[in-house]
């Protein structure tokens, strides 16, 4: 019974048209003879009666018409409105027509530029809620990019008993203890006629987290901290490495502290990709 109800609710509302294209007929059909020769299409138009029994029925007919047609979409998709649907077929649309060859060119482009400049690099100060434990000393927070995958750059990172090796300042790593993760060494490096010798302990961190971290733990030693992280690019061929670095310099003199910051933070990307470059014999 309920249903026969809306079927005649619905055949009402869509005879409205029909009926309102039947007054017209009638409308039209005062004016005669006259109408061919005299009456302009906005005289039908703003003529009373064609307003009362065509414009009005319409724009009923025409607004129960997409009400009907809203339940219909809300009955197939729930409360999904058809102007979200179409947004999001224009979004897709967009998307498939984009080329991903093409995508992946310009990333590959914009990587072999990035590679060839110090990427960024700014002096910071250590917190006790760092690593270090210790407040107030000068560190570095630089990112930039190496031309090697991050598998490739991390597995030449980790292999800290070959730095003597890849890295001048480096001048000998002793391993002290070996664990899965870690190493603890006794660390020295040296330039310019001063060289120091740390106990540090090292970490590692695999696929797909790599990271590569390091802290001295000797003790009366000079406090340093040194983290990497190897984060993917768009090409597998080249690798982002954010890194890390906090060191005590109090032992410099004061003139000297500025320079050697200046120094590390130029020489921070071109460390990193010198001894990768030398570890994948490049």
Sequence with gaps: ?????????????????????????????????????????????????????????????VGLSFLNFRKFLCRIGGEASMFTNSRNAVII??????????????????????????????????????????AGLPGLVGSFVVKAGCADAYRVVSDIEKYPERIDKVKEVAVLKRKPNALVVRYTEGAMGISSTTTMRWSFTGEPAWSVGSLV??????PSYTMVRFQPTQDSAYCRLNVTVFADVSWLPGFAVSWVMDASREELAGTYRKMIESGLGK
């Design 1 to 61: 019974m309920k249903q026969k109800k809306m079927a005649t609710v619905r055949l009402r509302q869509l005879s409205i048209g029909p009926i309102a294209l039947v007054i017209l007929i009638l409308v039209l059909g005062q004016f005669g003879e006259k109408f061919l020769a005299e009456v302009t299409l906005l005289d039908i138009l703003t003529y009373p009666p064609f307003i009362l029994s065509v414009w009005i029925p319409t724009y009923i007919w």
């Design 93 to 134: 649309f967009t998307l498939m027509s984009l080329s991903p060859e093409e995508g992946r060119a310009d990333a590959t482009a914009a990587l072999a530029e990035e590679v060839k400049t110090p990427g960024t690099v700014e002096s910071i100060s250590s917190t006790v809620q760092d690593p270090v434990g210790i």
């Design 217 to 222: 733990i000797g003790k009366g030693e000079s």
